[in-house]
């Protein structure tokens, strides 16, 4: 026992002098009684996620943290994700095989006949790294800020945040607000698409691709865009009794700038429901959005009871709630079950729409993504933890997660009445984390 | 039965007269504890020395930096005249003397599961320690443990160390 | 369903909830509580509020990328109130 636990601070032990020797040592005064390397701890975690038929991803996480003192720390924390796949592009299924450009130009795809038309240009690698100080202030405060970037082929993502937090009562209520402000740029390959220009799709009609490349230049606008978010975060936590502890947020975010999704069309359909052409969406310029949190974990003998439910609210006209539950239960051995649910539901955005009718005036703003639709959506998962020989955290989570969209309309005109038009999601995923 | 009750009473009494703690005063329930006598008894033989006392308990994280420095403490400044006793708050002692395991402790360990002792100190927080001069007045107290301020701790009981014992008449 | 007005949202409506949640603390909050040395149990790693904020983080990105609403979590409390 002695022995593995020693083997286990060599290696620590090993990483925390470099990174000390980065970091700078000011802890002279100590080291005759303390271990510096017990003063890091490691985080890890890789999920594979994948649609069925659409869409997978796979990240990874690294986070190493040095606590010096009590709320006394810094955090480093890298991510990597990778996406493949398809998802949908937002123009309507038809009863005929369809064809459309690729959002950089340069190539075409097809869709099968009454099948959701997907756009599966790739989508690559993403890199984001985290830094975050942490240190108390005054008597009774913490204080803490941090700088986020994260980087894709065609995306930057900058932000800084801070926040303090007040302790009250013997700690028993905290009470945090924080501010996060962020910039966002995105340079899309093939320039970024006119709202409400048609796409251009090559189906013979060009005598030569420079034609093409005339007429589908003259769909492009800027070369690229950005926009800013600014998030407020305002919270209460209170300590009820002995066994339970609960919380209560209120958060406001404003972005404003570029926010539509430049490969998300629009079809505009006739009275039987044949597409005529498909339309670059349109979303406002501005987005405020507030939610309301609450959490509360209550402990029963061998368990844990972890419940929350967000109310969120915006101007786009989507409301939306969020119901989650775990339950944590303790095993033999240092091990523990966790089964998990949640429950969410959302209400469409103001300006969203499955299609056009062609008989319909272009409104100011218009979206087919049905992230912005009516739909609900589910999650269960079960995760299973247990701690190693050397006193290491590892778990596996396996979850399912489904949506189901709600169609407001009626009835469609024409053959859409006998498709299928809101696609499905079907996904699930798969978590491994590991602790030391 | 009732005659040995007295008689403890008196033992306790003659303690207490020796030793005048601020925040510490009787009350009926004190003389039927037994973290509270083992704590009066280990307060009698160490009549006349410094004595840190330290709250701590398994779930406290900074216990477990204070715990080596309590221990250097202990190495340098036994011999002149330093005691300590550290106070156990665990509701489950197993939780404590595994916490001892992987923090071996070379001082006294005393377990207070129904917390009546911190109730009598009234601790304002985790981890809390006390110091003791040598005629039993509590001279010096802080809440947490910071690597920052061990200079001021040690700053502390080395002040009192220095002190000598008031004459008792 | 509260439909709100861009324009007049922004100090109105967080000086309102600000000042809400300080009457809570004034008021209520000051009874409940437990004693510093009474926190074993929500000292333990699965009480806190975040027990795993990789997993967290994780399904963060999954449901920002798939819903329109996402964040409202936050990160201070709770815990071995030590100090």
Known sequence: MQLVKQKNKTVAGAIAAAALSLLGNSAKADGEFWDFSRDWKFNSGILYYGEQDRVSALEGVFSATHEKDLDDKFNFKIVIDSLTGASPSGAVVQPGVQTFTRPSGKGQYTVNAEEIPLDDTFRDTRVQVNSQWTSPIWDESIVSYGVHLSKEYDYLSTAVNGNIAWNFNQKNTTFSLGLSLAKDSFDPEGGVPIPFSSMVIDMGQFANPTEFETAFDLTRGTTSEDKETLDILMGITQIINRKTVMQFNYSYSDVSGYLNDPFKVVSRVDQDGIALEHLYESRPDKRVKQSFYWQAKHYLTGSVADISYRYMTDDWEIDSHTIDYKHYLTLDNNQYLEPQIRWYQQSAAEFYQPYLLEQSIIPENISADTRLGEFSALTIGLKYGWRTDSGNDMAIRLSYYEQSMKDSLSSHPGVLNDLQIYPDLKAFFIQYTYDF | ?169 | ?83
Not at chain 2, 13 to 39: C, H, R
Not at chain 2, 68 to 76: A, E, G, V
Not at chain 2, 133 to 147: K, L, P, Q, T
Request: charged content about 20%.
């Open chain 2, 1 to 169: 039965m009732f005659v040995k009750n007295i008689q403890l009473l008196k033992a306790i009494t003659f303690a207490l007269g020796v030793i005048m703690i601020t925040n510490f005063y009787a009350s009926a329930a004190f003389a039927n504890s037994s973290a509270k006598q083992k704590l009066q008894k280990r307060l009698s033989d160490y009549q006349g020395q410094v004595i840190y006392i330290d709250f701590w308990a398994s779930w406290c994280k900074p216990c477990r930096k204070s715990f080596p420095w309590m221990n250097s403490l202990k190495t340098r400044f036994y011999d002149q005249g330093l005691r300590i006793l550290a106070v156990n708050l665990d509701k489950d002692q197993v939780l404590a003397k595994e916490f001892i395991k992987n923090n071996p402790a070379l001082f006294d360990i005393i377990f207070d599961t129904q917390g009546e002792i911190a109730s009598e100190f009234k601790l304002e927080g985790m981890p809390m320690s006390f110091v003791l001069d040598r005629n039993g007045s509590v001279v010096a107290s802080h809440v947490g443990f910071n690597s920052k301020k061990i200079t001021d701790y040690e700053a502390e009981i080395v002040e009192a160390l220095n002190q000598r014992e008031l004459a008792n008449d």
């Open chain 3, 1 to 83: 369903m509260i439909k709100i007005i861009p324009a007049q949202i922004n100090c109105s409506i967080i000086l309102k909830v600000l000042m809400i949640l300080c009457t809570l603390l004034a008021s209520g909050c000051s009874n409940l509580g437990v004693k510093p040395w009474e926190r074993d149990l929500l000292a333990k790693p699965e009480m806190a509020l975040t027990s795993s904020p990789i997993e967290a983080g994780l399904d963060e990105h999954i449901y920002f990328s798939k819903e329109a609403t996402s964040g409202g979590r936050s990160f201070a409390g709770g815990g071995c109130g030590c100090n």
